[in-house]
């Protein structure tokens, strides 16, 4: 086993891959990936399994074992299920080993519904149905419209990963959201323990966004603040997350049985190459985290990555960066309202440009 990546893992984060193909199922690359780098478990979107399914023939087979009048998005549902299943299957030890706390899998609710509060909630249930897997995780956008889909979906004793979090605002109505869907799974008599959540705070994007506009502003202290954010950012929402599930409201749900619900940092590869391709590994290491990593900076870790000091405590430290960074004069409220329109644009524009039309094309191909 990696030392640098076990290393990780004691430190207390879970290491999970940002990145699902059907050629890692079928290679074993992905076991390999569980044996000897300390992955854990799996998250997914559109974009990576659109990717997925136009790199290769490994769908063929089921593609054309489909009804004749499979629509597209049905079609795109039970495809990708099936490698979630078969991935949920893989980490089914660890999910065992860990009560739930790992071995999970994620999938995505179809983004072009991140502003439909009732169709994300029928949507989320039909993937919990169709993949069948306790250590699935149903992964909802914090949209404002997706806050109540997210209560409603926990209240149904289904495991939700909020997806798409940017600001420590939006996180506290994710957690609140989370609190509540508990409270509802205990009124409707659901077992607590058997519900899990993870709240994807994305990082990466956070840099980008506000490095460009302190470029722009151009003065010395502002270009002092470059790549700083991202890292403040999370020093934030960790704090908010201490807070929050030390609250007498989660202690009485944790008495029956209740988890929290644990930061997953998410977009955590690096896009200015002048940063460390490790960056946002080694900076956001916390006792209880998750770190969902693409295979790149996961294996760039596994080379030459180093376990950072702990977050713990440094809540303080990320308020006075982002405090400077709105002080030089970058409106964070609109930075946190445009990353959170793109990512749920992006995908959008993954879905129908590459998932649904790659889907359609080989419909029309086995039909041929």
Known sequence: MNARMKALADAGVSIWLDDLSRTRLQSGNLQELIDDKSVTGVTTNPTIFAAALTGGDQYEADIKALPKDTSVPTAIKQLWAKDVQDACDLFRGIYDATGGYDGRVSIEVSPGL???TQATIDEAQELYDLVDRENVLVKIPATLEGLP???????????????????????RAVMDAYLAGLEQADAAGKDLSKIHSVASFFISRVDTEIDKRLTEIGTDEALALKGKAAIA???????????????????????????????????????????????YVSDLTARG??????EKTLLAFADHGEVGAPMEGTGADGVKVLDAIDAVGVDLDDVFKVLEDEGVSKFVVSWDNELVTAVTKALESAEG
């Open 114 to 116: 991140a502003y439909e």
């Open 149 to 171: 889909a997210i209560t409603e979906t926990l209240g149904r004793g289904i495991s939700v990963n909020v997806t798409l979090i940017f600001s420590e605002d939006r996180y």
């Open 233 to 279: 950012n999370g020093q934030v929402a960790l704090a908010a997350f201490e807070e929050v599930f030390s609250s007498d409201r989660f202690k009485a749900l944790e008495a029956k049985g209740a988890n929290k619900q644990r930061p997953l940092w998410a977009s955590t590869g690096t896009k200015d190459p002048s940063y460390s391709d490790t960056l």
């Open 289 to 294: 985290v998750v770190n969902t990593m693409p």
